[in-house]
Every structure is written in C-alpha cells, then in structure tokens.
C-alpha cells in the first residue's frame, strides 16, 4: 500500500501497512535490510540529513528500512501517526518516558503491572532520579490524589497480566487529560486487536512486541506508539518536546515536526542518544507474525474462554480471574474496553496452595512452564516463585500473583486436549 488507508479493515492493515514491493528488486515480501549503514547522495544531503531537514537513513542505530516498516505497521493498527521500535518492551518503557521525564519528576502508576515493570519502575527509574507512585487504579480519587506538579505520564496496562484485571482507560485517560499530562497505556496483553487505547483517550501506547505481536516466543522487541494528539506546548512541563534543543541547534521539535514531534525526538534523540535499538532480523519475525494477528487473537480469547468456564467448574480449583467470565468484578469492562474479548491470559488458584502449583506445573505435558506469554503455544507460569518473585508479598497480592495462584497463557492448540493436560496435571497435583 502507497499510504495508511484508514478506510482498510483490521485484517487487510495487518498484512499491508508500511509495506511495498521493494523499490530495487520487486520482492513482495519486505526484505531484510542487514546494513549498518545508508550512503549519502553527496555532502550536502548528508548534512540536510544530520540537520533533520530531510527525512532518510543514515545509520541502523536511528533508522533502518525493515524496522521502518514494523514501525508503520503497528502504529496504523493502533491508529496512531508514529511509531518507534525498541529492542524490548522494556526499553520501549524507558523510551516512552524518556522525553517527558527529569530528575525529581515523577509517573503515576497502577499497582496491577507485569511483574517486571513493577521492578523498573519501583528501582531502576530512581538511578534516573525519576520516580514512580504505585496507585489502585479503580479507586479514581486516589489516581487524582497521586498526581503533583511533578508528575509528567500516568501509566497502566489495558488488561494487565497477570492478574484478569481491565483498567478503565476512558476514566483514567480524563484525570490525565485534566491534569495536562499523557496517558501512557502498555497495550502488550491485549494487542490493538482486542484494544485501542487512542480510542479511550490514551496518547501513547508501549508494546513487548516480544508477546502476541511476533507471536511465536523467537525476538524480543518493543514499541513507542504516538497518538499525535498530545499539545506538549500547552505548559512548560514538557521542555524536550517544546523548546529549545541544543543537541539539534536550538530546533524545537513540536514546533518543528508537529504531530510528529514524539516520534521524532524518538528517534532522533532517544534512539540515537540511548541506543536501545530494534535489529532488522527481529523486526522481520515481528513483521510474520504481525500478519495473521487477528486469526491468533481470536483462537486465543476462544480456548481462554472455554478452558476458563471448564476450570472454574472444577472442584480442585478454588478461583479463576478472567475476565471474560460472568463472576469477574471486571466482565462489564471488556465490552467497553476490549470488545473482541478478555485476551488469552489468566491465573488461577488451586486447593492446596503453592506445593500443588508447583506439582501441578511440574505434571503438565502440552503447556510449557516459561517467564514469556503470548505464544501460540499454551504456557504455564507460577509467578509467586518466578517473575513476581521480586515483589514484596504486598505486591505480589496487588498484581494479582500470590503463592496459591499459576497463570496461563493460552496457546492456539485444540482446546480439548488442553482441558485433557490440564486435568491429568490437576489429578497428580491435588491427589
Ligand atoms: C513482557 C512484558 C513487558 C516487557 O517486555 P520485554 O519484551 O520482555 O522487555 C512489559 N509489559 C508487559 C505487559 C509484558 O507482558
């Protein structure tokens, strides 16, 4: 496709956006542009090039022709304008707030976040002299309490792992816009097939595309998503965007790229100063992932849902938190905030508590026990003695990861004979 045609469906976007037939050769499937570097036209494109008044590739660490792609990609399927690549999720996290923070400033954050992200967040930012404030994200008084003069982004997840938990973005998204800062939505659990947090007043999404968008557990990635909507003029809380840069001869991005401006200074900065860059091999999984995305989220929310129902009717368990079912505080959210469904992500607790999750990850035979999620096929976690590990036992009870509970991540296989896996396993575990 020549541009992002809004008018095209989900499903034709996937497959399309960003991507044309190469321009040297033809070839119809984006080529893997394995290449450090870009030569210059001659010296004075060079220098326009350096200067940010033409828009080309210079060096793989800011900008590569495969990456480019993967990055138009998503940000269509989101509905955003711009898009960077990062080599993690985790580096997408640290790129989203990199030009909104400063020591001393601080982010509002949910208390229900992917274990790891507590981690960052409660320590590695501090080295920043930035800051996190953890707030439940349904107590709505409390997320307006947290926020100050310094604080520059809230941020949470649309549906949060591991705990079957749905933030609602629309109320959260105006206590951010009343406040005059971004509402940064990590969207990795629920992809924008199941959620677009721009149309529930988001301005930025972050994404592991390491989970459902390559789909098949072989890159790590991430992502910075741009809504384009978010007028960082509008106060002085947002100088890297509104002023002056003197890394780039006093040129001021927002003024400067328009729209565009975050995704720029993603680039342009963030890239090129922080260097946590996406490869071009990565990109390229991302990109065969990314293209039957839907077929794979729809199985996924599918064998969720009816491995749910078939647990939650099963005497050796004691609970189940999906939200796709009727007894979750957060069913009515999903129509709201996900539509298509509750993801393929849950946890549940078993009678008999953490030597029984332990025995029961143990005796499992389709389900592989992993730290990763959003793969095609099924996964087994316990998180109390793994990725929520870290977490103080408070916390660990917050995010919906306490010692009697084990998360799945439901794969695209025959529902049956995971049910079939899962009662073996529960039989050695509970006898
Ligand atoms: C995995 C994950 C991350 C971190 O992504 P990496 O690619 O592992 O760095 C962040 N948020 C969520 C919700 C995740 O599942």
């Known amino acids: 496709m020549s541009d992002n045609s809004p008018t095209y469906g989900f499903d034709t976007l996937q497959i399309h956006a960003g991507s044309r037939p190469d321009p040297a050769t033809g070839a119809r499937q984006t080529p893997i542009y394995q290449t450090t570097a870009y030569v210059f036209r001659d010296a004075e494109h060079a220098a326009a090039l350096f200067n940010l008044q033409e828009v080309g590739f210079i060096y793989s660490r800011l900008t590569n022709p495969t990456v480019a792609v993967l990055q138009e990609r998503i940000a269509t399927l989101e509905g955003g304008v711009g898009a960077v690549c990062c080599s993690s999720g985790h580096a997408a996290q640290i790129m989203a707030l990199f030009p909104l923070m400063a020591p001393g400033r601080n982010v509002v954050v949910s208390t229900r976040l992917y274990g790891g992200t507590v981690t960052q967040f409660s320590h590695t930012i501090k080295r920043f002299g930035w800051s996190a404030t953890f707030v439940d994200f349904d107590d709505l008084d409390a997320v307006k309490a947290a926020i100050d003069d310094d604080t520059r982004a ?18 959260i998204a105006k206590i951010a816009d009343g406040a005059g800062i971004p509402l940064i939505v990590d969207n990795t659990t629920a992809t924008p097939y199941l959620c677009r947090p721009f149309e529930h007043g988001a301005s930025l999404v972050v994404h592991s595309t390491t989970k459902y968008l390559t789909g098949n557990g072989t890159v790590t990635g991430g992502a910075v998503v741009d809504s384009g909507t978010f007028d960082w003029s509008a106060s002085d809380k947002f100088p890297s965007l509104s002023a002056p840069e003197p890394a780039y001869h006093g040129l001021k991005f927002q003024e400067t790229f328009g729209p565009l401006a975050y995704t720029f200074h ?38 969720a849902h009816t491995i749910a129902t078939w647990l939650e009717n099963d005497p050796r368990v004691e609970s189940v938190t999906y939200a796709g079912l009727k007894s979750s505080p957060y069913y009515d959210r999903v129509e709201k905030i996900c539509p298509r469904g509750a993801g393929g992500l849950f946890t549940f607790a078993i009678k008999g508590g953490y030597e029984a999750c332990v025995k029961l990850v143990d005796a499992l035979e389709i389900f592989s026990h992993v730290a990763n999620l959003g793969d095609t096929r099924s996964l087994i976690i316990h998180s109390a003695s793994t990725t929520h590990r870290q977490l103080t036992a408070e916390q660990q009870k917050a995010a919906g990861a306490a010692p009697n509970m084990v998360r799945l991540s439901i794969g695209i296989e025959d529902a049956d004979d995971l049910i079939g896996d899962l009662d073996q396993a529960l039989a050695k575990a509970t006898s």
């Open 154 to 171: 809230v941020f949470c997840e649309s549906i949060a792992n591991p705990g079957g938990y749905i933030t609602d973005l629309d109320a």
């Open 266 to 303: 993603g680039i342009a900065i963030g890239l090129r100063d922080l260097g946590m860059t996406m490869n071009p091999q990565a990109a390229h999984y991302t990109l065969m992932g990314i293209e039957t995305l839907s077929l794979r989220m729809e199985r996924h929310v599918k064998n």
